[in-house]
């Protein structure tokens, strides 16, 4: 345990420590760089005493109207391209668990090697009858975790969801136990406009929030009809051979939220790989009867979603050379595009070990100053 803690502790004297403040000026000129792009994998390099094997990080660039695949020079662990390096990303950070929980921005590719920055968090507390081993996403309420009033959200499998002020000299882990059985599978995000964390049930029957105020013990929960596609009896006897999840995401230039619900098929004529079969998009406030109903829509606009291990976020595709109307995604063997107008997918099929969409820094930047602004 001694070595394990030693290398923890020199892994953080090669990195600015975040209370110096100098990273802030440094790492904003670099970040302002910062493309749209997802984490392809690590070219192996070398190897140091530190991080034991290192490669160079490569990237899909998804600035520009096309995408390439091009290796940068700043390197990385090679254990964060491990299926199990990583235990989920948000705003282009990345926690992992090799020397317990640490928040990392390694694979933020607008960050500097020289300038990286990191975040040595508490041992996760296991709660009676929980798990802190598998995860099943992270979310962030600010795009830093320097900032002040930020605060991380690490979502388990099952009953535990724990928050933690990630700037605060005495952090600790503010641990919850979640009695609805419907969120013990959901992902978490942070709303902007609600200011607080929320989660869809299993189904998408209700949405629950919670936060470190009123919402700590007892969360919100807003109980609301989903309205379906009318379907025949065949499309829905399909739709039942598929698994699905549901997620939350939050047009911060729109102020709108939407619920993704997706559906997974295994492909037994591809050695049984589980693909994206169909994805349906919900917003809130279609119905003029009751503005708070999600309604089942093929038009969200000039926006298109991104859906990765990360937590998930939403743009203007205009301002960002994308496709509108469009959800674009990407797990650990399967990368595409979802064009709700056609209902149609265009993917292709690799290892992606690191599956995280990073933001551009336009994002970032805006979540730090007023949602309204935001790209």
Not at 43 to 54: L, P, Q, R, S, Y
Not at 349 to 360: C, G, M, R, V
Request: hydrophobic share 30%; aromatic share 10%.
């Amino acid at each position: 345990m001694s070595s394990l803690l030693l290398s923890r502790l020199s892994r953080l004297c090669l990195r600015k420590p975040p209370e110096l403040g100098v990273r802030h000026l440094v790492g904003a000129r670099f970040l302002s760089e910062t493309p749209l792009c997802h984490i392809y994998g690590a070219e192996h390099c070398g190897e140091n005493w530190v991080d034991g094997d290192i490669g160079r990080l490569m990237i899909t660039d998804f600035s520009g109207p096309s995408c390439w695949t091009r290796v940068l020079e700043k390197t990385v662990p090679m254990y964060m391209m491990a299926e199990t390096g990583t235990m989920g990303a948000s705003h282009g950070w990345v926690l992992t668990s090799k020397y317990g929980p640490y928040l990392s921005d390694d694979l933020n590719p607008g960050v500097s090697e020289s300038d990286f920055s990191g975040i040595v968090l508490p041992d996760f507390e296991t709660l009676p009858h929980c798990q802190t081993e598998l995860v099943t996403n992270v979310a962030m309420s600010s795009s830093s975790p320097d900032d002040e009033d930020c605060i991380l959200a690490v979502k388990f499998v099952g009953p535990q969801l724990s928050l933690c002020r990630p700037a605060e000299k005495n952090k600790k882990w503010v641990n919850i136990r979640i009695e609805d059985p419907a969120f013990f599978n959901s992902r978490v995000m942070y709303t902007k406009r609600d200011k607080k964390f929320a989660m869809p049930a299993y189904g998408g029957t209700h949405v629950g929030y919670w936060d470190l105020g009123e919402n700590l013990e007892k969360p919100k929960l807003c109980r609301r009809g989903l309205y379906t596609p009318q379907l025949l009896q065949s499309e829905w006897e399909e739709l039942d051979l598929c698994c699905t999840v549901e997620e939350l995401v939050e047009s911060r230039s729109t102020q709108e939220m939407f619920m993704i619900k997706r559906f997974r098929k295994r492909n037994n004529n591809k050695g049984g790989r589980m693909e994206e079969h169909q994805i349906w998009v919900f917003k809130q406030g279609l119905n003029r009867c009751n503005p708070l109903q999600w309604c089942y829509t093929t038009d969200i606009g000039d926006l298109c979603i991104f859906l990765s291990k990360s937590e998930p976020f939403c743009l203007k595709a205009s301002s960002h050379q994308k496709c509108q109307n469009s959800i674009y995604f990407i797990d650990k063997s399967e990368r595409g595009i979802f064009t709700l107008g056609g209902k149609c997918k265009t993917s292709n099929f690799s290892n992606f070990t690191a599956p995280y969409f990073i933001p551009p820094q336009s994002y970032l930047n805006a979540n730090r100053s007023n949602p309204s602004n935001s790209p």
